[in-house]
């Protein structure tokens, strides 16, 4: 069974920084890449930030150089460390496979909230 608990967000002014963390099953961490999602209110939800299973990387370009994503494989836990953190960048975060599965698998997500 696939569980995905992520924490860590809250309500954070333009500038400031927060480190999230998504503690995942075995089932989907030991052999995942992971990622890291966020959906704002109205948009789709986006990509944010890719970890193989050996620790590289990619970014979208909107936090690239702000943000950086780890894991931990043997607690099985994943993170985010925002940076430089700006209105724009609040949403509701996720983590998740990468790619995602058939059918997708998400937890309830974290609020991060951004003021200016």
């Known amino acids: 069974q696939v569980q995905l608990v992520e924490s860590g967000g809250g309500l954070v002014q333009a500038g400031g920084s927060l480190t999230l963390s998504c503690a995942a099953s075995a089932s989907i961490f030991s052999s995942s890449a992971m990622a890291w999602y966020r959906q704002a209110p109205g948009n789709q939800r986006e990509l944010v930030a890719i970890i193989s299973r050996g620790g590289g990387t990619n970014y979208a370009n909107s936090v690239k150089g702000r943000f950086t994503i780890s894991r931990d494989n043997a607690k099985r836990t994943l993170y985010l460390r925002m940076n430089s953190l700006q209105p724009e960048d609040t949403a509701v975060y996720y983590c998740?496979?990468?790619?995602?599965?058939?059918?997708?698998?998400w937890g309830p997500g974290t609020q991060v909230t951004v003021s200016s």
């Open positions: 998740a496979a990468f790619p995602l599965p058939t059918p997708p698998a």
